[in-house]
Each structure stands twice: as structure tokens, then as C-alpha cells.
């Protein structure tokens, strides 16, 4: 694969204008611990290869002083685990998602989204239309099970997570949410996903792959930005899926020093999935 150099450059002004990204070892800090080991397709037992959670330390001040995570946390409980459970938005859930989304257009990085799509006719210029835009990609709810109702959403799979019948971990990309669910021990940390043992991840490093529990069921390879703002993330994977009408959107990037491939999933008009996935870090290769 080629290095997608726009998305790149795009991608680094969005970094660089994350203004609420969190600093690893002073507002968090993660303990990678020991590398993952192998677990067959469909299997839920996993070797724990890290004793200690993959956080030692948040600070939830700091997290929760910060609109764009207070509002995103808010968003965080409003959701039913398995697929096939048809969701319901309530008045109050679907108020909560727009204030999400207001307080993330506020932000530099979302400015900068808006305008490098509308620039490229992605989407509509106007404030109000881009907003009601972003909620269709990411709010809007779809059947993910078969003719069981809308049981899914973007939203819900990237930055929540969910089950396929109880049996398998769907989505689940989000750090705070990775944090949240680890400290009410529904998480267990089982160790870094690396290639050939070639390089451990640091402790401050702002994108992680990774292996855990989730309640009774395992998640052999995960990927997550660690510390990011939600803003970021939301901005990142819309860009992604708007530039693509693909089923799925595979995009080699440099971010800061990060390696990557963002992986875009499409649900017809709607995010099914997306997340990062860490080819390399500090510029060494991981195969």
C-alpha cells in the first residue's frame, strides 16, 4: 500500500490542533506490560499476559473539566450491549447526542474537518447542515443483526463497543471507554499486540493494539488512539469514510511519529466501523 500524503497532511494539521488531547505520564499513564498471546478465532480463553490494568492512573478531574469528554462520557451508558436488542433513543438520549456534537463543532479540530470537507464538496459548508450530517453518520441507528430492529450505530460500535450474541466483542476503540469499563473491572487487559516481538509499545505512546476480556468474552486483537480527544477521533474516522465510497477503506498514514492504517468500515450511509490500526511507532517497523 501507498502513503496517502493529503490524508496525512490533513491528519497532522487535525493533531496538531488537538488542544484537548491528554499528556501521557502527567494527566495518565498506561502499563503495557507483556505481549499478547495467540487466541484461535472464536475462542474466550486468553493467556493474561499483564497482571496490572493497561491504566494506572487517569486523571478523571481533568477528563471530566473537559466539555468534549464530559459530554462524550455522558453518551457512554445510553446503549444496549448485544446486537439484535433493538435500540431506543430517547428524547433526553438524543438531546444528549446533540449537545456531543455541539460542543465538539466548537472545537479547532472539528473547524478544520468542516473545512476541508466542505472544500471538497463532501459535505455542506453551512454550520447547522454539517452537524446534522455528522449526526446520520454516527447517531443514526441501523440493523446490524438481520431483520432483529436497529440495534446498532456507529457511535455505539466504534466508541462503546458491543456483543454479537453474547459470544464475540464488536468495535470497543475507545480509550475512556477501555478506561471506564477497566476500572469497574468489565475489562481485562491481556497485553500489547505487536508483530514478531520486534518492538514494545512506550508508555507514551498515543496509539495502542491490544488484547482483552470484555465481562465473559475475548478480544484477540483491539486497536485504540490512547489520549486523544473525542473531537479527534470523531474527526479522523468521518474524514476517512467521506473520502471513500468503499465497503471498507483501508488508508496508510503518518501521523506525528505513528505509522498507521485507518481502517473505515461502511454501513451504507453510516459508519459500521473504523479504528487505527499501529503499523509502527518512534519509526521502527513492527515486522
Known amino acids: 500500500m501507498v502513503m496517502n500524503q493529503e490524508l496525512s497532511s490533513i491528519l497532522n494539521e487535525l493533531w496538531k490542533a488537538d488542544e484537548n488531547r491528554l499528556v501521557p505520564g502527567e494527566d495518565y499513564q498506561i502499563s503495557v506490560q507483556g505481549k499478547a498471546g495467540y487466541v484461535p478465532a472464536g475462542s474466550n480463553n486468553a493467556k493474561d499476559n499483564a497482571r496490572r490494568p493497561l491504566f494506572s492512573y487517569v486523571n478523571e478531574e481533568r477528563l471530566r473539566s473537559i466539555k468534549t469528554f464530559a459530554a462524550f462520557i455522558s453518551l457512554l451508558d445510553n446503549y444496549e450491549m448485544s446486537t439484535g436488542i433493538a435500540e431506543v ?9 446533540n449537545r456531543f456534537l455541539d460542543v465538539v463543532l466548537e472545537t479547532k479540530v472539528m473547524q478544520l474537518t468542516h473545512q476541508y470537507l466542505a472544500s471538497k464538496n463532501l459535505t455542506s459548508a453551512d454550520p447547522q447542515r454539517f452537524k446534522q450530517h455528522l449526526y446520520d ?29 453474547g ?9 475512556v471507554q477501555f478506561y471506564l469499563q477497566e476500572k ?3 475489562i481485562d ?8 516481538d520486534k518492538n514494545k509499545p512506550d508508555e ?9 476480556s470484555w465481562k465473559t468474552m475475548v478480544k484477540p486483537v483491539g486497536s485504540s488512539f490512547i489520549g486523544v480527544s473525542p473531537e479527534f477521533e470523531v474527526a479522523v474516522y468521518t474524514i476517512c469514510f467521506l473520502l471513500s465510497q468503499a465497503k471498507v ?14 481502517v473505515v468500515y461502511r454501513h451504507g450511509k453510516y459508519i459500521g466501523s473504523s479504528y487505527p490500526v ?4 518512534n519509526n521502527i517497523p513492527l515486522d
Open 278 to 281: 499501529l503499523l509502527s511507532n
Open 137 to 165: 453518520i454516527w447517531f443514526q441507528l441501523y440493523s446490524r443483526g438481520g431483520n432483529r430492529g436497529r440495534d446498532s450505530s456507529g457511535f455505539e460500535h466504534v466508541f462503546v463497543g458491543e456483543t454479537k450474541r
Open 89 to 97: 433513543v430517547t428524547p433526553e438520549e438524543r438531546a444528549e447526542n
Open 167 to 175: 459470544r464475540e466483542i464488536m468495535g470497543l476503540h475507545n480509550w
Open 204 to 212: 507514551d505512546d498515543h496509539v495502542l493494539n491490544l488484547q482483552f
Open 189 to 196: 487487559y491481556k497485553g500489547f499486540v505487536a508483530r514478531k
Open 184 to 186: 469497574r473491572n468489565h
Open 249 to 262: 477503506s483501508r488508508e496508510l498514514v503518518m501521523v506525528d511519529e505513528y505509522h498507521l492504517q485507518i
